[in-house]
Nanobody, 124 residues
Framework: QVQLAESGGGLVQPGDSARLTCAAS????????MAWFRQAPGMEREFLAA????????GYAHSVKNRFTISRDSTKNTVILQMSNLTPEDTAIYYC?????????????????WGQGTQVTVSS
């Protein structure tokens, strides 16, 4: 079992950066690949980025590549999503997810554990 809790959301201005943190409650954090998704109002949940259990591999959605960076700290059981040059189109609820290690996946159905999400609103 893995419990996930996101933090770091809030109101940011266009062009600003933001950092989201996902804290995982599990004794076997390195058994899991981790990912970030987001869901805007009226839209489907969208894959953003994933990182392998070791941190050695990452994958990104084309829409956020070069603006978002995923990383993990297995000493703290955390996953970070660093976001830059935010626009109003990035406004959404951001979710952290975990999947048993294997190939990196971008399909939400492959992820077994989810956090409650954290709201990010980009507005002037």
């Amino acid at each position: 079992q893995v419990q996930l809790a996101e933090s770091g959301g809030g109101l940011v201005q266009p062009g600003d950066s933001a950092r989201l943190t996902c804290a995982a409650s599990t004794r076997t954090f390195t058994d899991y690949n981790m990912a970030w998704f987001r869901q805007a109002p009226g839209m489907e949940r969208e894959f953003l980025a994933a990182i392998s259990w070791s941190g050695g591999s990452t994958g990104y959605a084309h829409s956020v590549k070069n603006r978002f960076t995923i990383s993990r700290d297995s000493t703290k059981n955390t996953v970070i999503l660093q976001m830059s040059n935010l626009t109003p189109e990035d406004t959404a609820i951001y979710y952290c997810a975990a999947a048993k290690k294997g190939f990196l996946k971008n399909n939400m159905s492959e992820y077994n554990y989810w956090g409650q999400g954290t709201q990010v609103t980009v507005s002037s």
